[in-house]
């Protein structure tokens, strides 16, 4: 077990450079399963969810091999087609195998997923999406088990943008016979960066980053070397721990593009943003004022993953705030922590209530989830006195170095094992 230490009240100051997305990385690693030839993704994140995601991708018989930044995955081995319940309750990325898996296999085993608890995420829209595809799913003992003879393209209509789904159906169809169409597709930046890494490898799809998918099913794919987007989720826990700190911070390999629902609460926070290529320079240097309303939605609307973040800048805005969370039902489990440092929230059903108090004051927290986590790191950079942040596991799955980051900023942090 590890925590952080945190001693507050730093500005944080310099450049930092944003690592691969993350969500881009981990459909990646699943799409590497549908050619023999070898898949390189290039700077992938230090982060457990891909090292467990690399684990089950051995599971499956793949050679998955990190070289520095780089990974290489050979999946020509392959030769199981199920996914233990050790491993898939550890990572809800898992299931994004049962496409490419099915597609290998025409069959796929896996335990029901893992990941953040942050409210009950269900599969069936990537089940029914695979039934239109002709595949036959049945459920036994958590267990999913998927067969078809051959997969066959065919219209699908997602009743919500799912991510996940909308990731699943894409890699299942890249191979099926004939032509898919997703309808109601998540056009998340992500899914744009998985249709060009599998155009790349030689499938035929357009319009992805639009709410229509259309796959030409290929008969074969093969290997290619891929560079992914940058973490919009990680630039923008940094600059929103900027916003709270104060100070001026640039981030590099950043897509402003990617995040502009939050450049625009920042700046209606009162922060001075300036965009410069691929680089965003966030400048801050008095208490934020409130942003009055938050509201998560699918992309482009403001990225639930950002939700916790913004929550505790919101908490020591000047003036009230209201945060709604439309996408998970238990996203909140981080304003209990946030209390302990002072911060005044109520929360009523998907609404959080935020009346901005002074400043945070240093407290021992535990982080719940990856996000909530990050929150709560960031209140601590920002709060008066010392703080240590809890089950920091739960940090590692998605921030790779992140303390070594922080600390070249300016923030004194450290990781400590107890
Ligand atoms: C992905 C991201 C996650 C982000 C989320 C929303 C990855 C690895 N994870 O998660 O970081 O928070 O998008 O942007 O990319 N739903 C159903 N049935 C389904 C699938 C989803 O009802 O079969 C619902 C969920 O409960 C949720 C909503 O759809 O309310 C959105 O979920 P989804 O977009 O699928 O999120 P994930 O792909 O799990």
Not at 39 to 66: E, H, Q, R, Y
Not at 110 to 138: Q, S, T
Not at 315 to 331: K, Y
């Amino acid at each position: 077990m590890e925590k952080y230490i945190i001693n507050g009240g730093n500005k944080l100051y310099g450049s930092v450079e944003v690592q691969s997305a993350k969500n881009s990385v981990l459909p990646m690693l699943a799409a590497s399963v549908l050619t023999d030839d070898k898949v390189k993704i290039l700077k992938v994140p230090n982060i457990t969810d891909l090292k467990n995601m690399a684990k089950i991708l051995s599971k499956l018989g793949c050679k998955v091999v990190f070289e520095g930044e780089n990974l290489i995955i050979d999946s020509s081995s392959a030769d199981c087609f199920e996914i233990p319940r050790e491993l898939a309750h550890e990572l809800r990325s898992s299931v994004f195998l049962l496409g490419s898996v099915i597609s290998r296999f025409h069959t796929a085993k896996i335990a029901y997923p893992g990941g953040c608890d942050i409210g009950l995420r269900p599969v069936d829209l990537h089940l029914a999406g695979l039934k239109r595809l002709g595949v036959e799913i049945e459920e036994e003992n958590g267990y999913i088990i998927c067969k078809c003879e051959k997969l066959i393209g065919n219209e699908i209509m997602l009743d919500c943008p799912s991510v996940g789904a909308t990731e699943n159906l894409m890699l299942a169809a890249a191979k099926a016979e004939g032509t898919t169409v997703i309808k109601n597709a998540a056009r998340e930046p992500e899914i744009e960066d998985l249709q060009r890494l599998l155009n790349c490898m030689g499938a035929k799809m357009r319009g992805a980053g639009t709410g229509t998918i259309i796959i030409e099913g290929v008969k074969s794919l093969h290997g290619c070397e891929f560079l992914p987007i940058p973490d919009r989720i990680e630039a923008g826990t940094f600059l929103i721990a900027a916003a709270m700190c104060g100070g001026e911070i640039e981030l590099k390999h950043a897509c402003a593009e990617n995040i502009s629902s939050l450049l625009h609460k920042l700046r209606e926070n009162g922060c001075k943003i300036h965009l410069n290529n691929d680089k965003i320079i966030l400048e801050n240097h008095r208490r934020p004022t409130s942003v009055k309303s938050v509201e998560t939605q699918p992309y482009p609307g403001f990225p639930t993953d950002l939700q916790a973040q913004i929550t505790a800048l919101c908490c020591i805005c000047h003036g009230q705030s209201i945060i709604t969370e439309n996408l998970f039902e238990t996203r909140f489990k981080y304003v209990p922590e946030l209390r302990k440092m002072g911060a005044d929230i109520t929360v009523i059903d998907r609404n959080a209530f935020v009346r901005g108090v002074e400043k945070f004051y240093g407290a021992t927290v535990v982080a719940h989830d990856l996000r909530g986590g990050a929150a709560l790191v960031c209140a601590g950079l920002a709060a008066e006195g010392r703080s240590e942040v809890l089950d920091i596991s739960h940090i590692d799955r998605g921030y790779g170095s992140f303390e070594y980051k922080l600390r070249s900023l300016g923030g004194d942090i450290v990781r400590v094992s107890i």
